[in-house]
């Protein structure tokens, strides 16, 4: 019964905010209590952190052998936390302050690492090659933000902001702990269900899997992100920690680069992708912009991120219908089609 689908995608979707919301206040205290400040905390660890969906569903995808939905998803949770989410905060917060401690080369490197994916999947294809030359680019940044002290100063002030919001011990505990495991346990079970649950989707609808993971698991891998900046609008801090965003924004050219050398080639929707890279390509530009300008992503400026996001789910979603009339109807198991789909573009 579709109902029962419908249930399960959503009570899975719930089961992960809730998880998040533990997990990431668990991590905070843990980290503060054996004194792990700094920036490797929040760009790397709480960028990770916040990626734990999306790494649950890359994992589950290739266990199920349909890297496509984890990829459409890492490609829609980069939009998601630039034409959605802080655009949502900056609405909602009135404005939020954007960092200047990042030069204007390495925000515009971090930016295009953070477009590779799209870019490397607009043919349709999605290869070994481009997976050593995301990891690559992903090293390279990493290089290139540890050499700056200055970041490092800036990030460390930014996640002691955060956790004035997210703290509400001063210690970590053993339940903390727990709570971590627990977490990550849980929301890997409802990585699982939601990829089971997209296949069925994608198979109901007759459309590629990828759409599911761009349009729906975009949004509910995005949890713990949407955690952070609904704590920020309640508590009504407009000093976000602008390292948490950036770090789970990259974290997903990190998985798609480890999600393609764990499967080898697979193709994609190309349509898709087609239009995903100009929106996100603008987005990312606007987005530089508009953070460079007066240091601040105004109520103005989300209201036009969020309107780009509109017209990106517009499109998209035309798209879906449209390849509904064409493609003839699936058969009740998905893999097999994506497997032909994949073996048809790359000529195996």
């Known amino acids: 019964m579709p109902v029962t689908h419908i ?12 998880m998040s919301g533990l997990l990431i206040d668990a991590t ?18 709480l960028g990770i952190l916040t990626s734990i969906s999306e790494i649950s569903v890359a994992i589950n995808a290739t266990a199920e052998g349909v890297p496509q939905v984890s990829a459409g998803n890492l ?17 909602f917060g009135n404005g939020i302050p954007m960092t200047r401690a990042m030069t204007k080369t390495n925000i515009i490197i971090l930016l295009c690492v953070v477009l590779l994916p799209a870019l490397m999947t607009i ?3 999605a290869n070994f090659s481009d997976g050593v030359l995301l990891l690559l680019f ?3 940044l990493i290089f290139r933000l540890q050499k700056k002290r ?25 339940s903390d702990i727990a709570k971590i495991v627990l977490g990550a346990v849980l929301i890997f079970i409802a990585g699982n269900i939601l990829v ?28 713990p992100e949407l955690v952070i900046a609904l704590r920020c609008i309640l508590g009504r801090h407009k000093d976000i920690a602008f390292g948490d965003y950036m770090g789970s924004a990259v974290a997903n050219t990190l998985i798609f680069a480890l999600l393609i050398l764990a499967n080898g080639a697979f193709a994609v929707e190309q349509s898709e992708s087609l239009l995903s890279f100009p929106i996100l390509t603008l987005g990312l530009t606007l987005f530089y912009f508009f953070s460079r300008t007066r240091g601040n992503l105004s109520r103005v400026e989300g209201l036009a991120l969020l309107s780009l996001y509109a017209f990106f789910l517009f499109l998209q979603i035309s798209n879906a219908i449209r390849l509904s009339g064409s493609e003839l109807p699936l058969e009740a198991e998905h893999a097999p089609y994506e497997q032909r789909q994949t073996a048809d573009l790359l000529g195996l």
């Open 7 to 18: 249930l399960l995608f959503a009570l899975s979707a719930a089961l992960m905010w809730f």
């Open 28 to 45: 905070e205290r843990v980290a503060r209590r054996f004194n792990r400040p700094g920036f490797a905390v929040a760009f790397f660890v």
């Open 75 to 91: 490609i829609g949770a980069s939009l998601v936390i630039f034409l959605f989410i802080m655009p949502t905060l900056a609405v």
């Open 123 to 125: 043919d349709g294809r």
């Open 138 to 140: 992903y090293l390279m």
């Open 150 to 174: 200055k970041i490092e100063k800036t990030a460390r002030d930014a996640l002691r902001k955060t956790e004035k919001i997210l703290l509400r011990r001063r210690h970590a505990t053993i």
């Open 196 to 223: 089971n649950e997209s296949i069925y989707f994608a198979n109901m609808f007759s459309i590629p899997s990828s759409f599911i993971g761009l349009l729906l698991l975009s949004i509910g891998t995005n949890i």
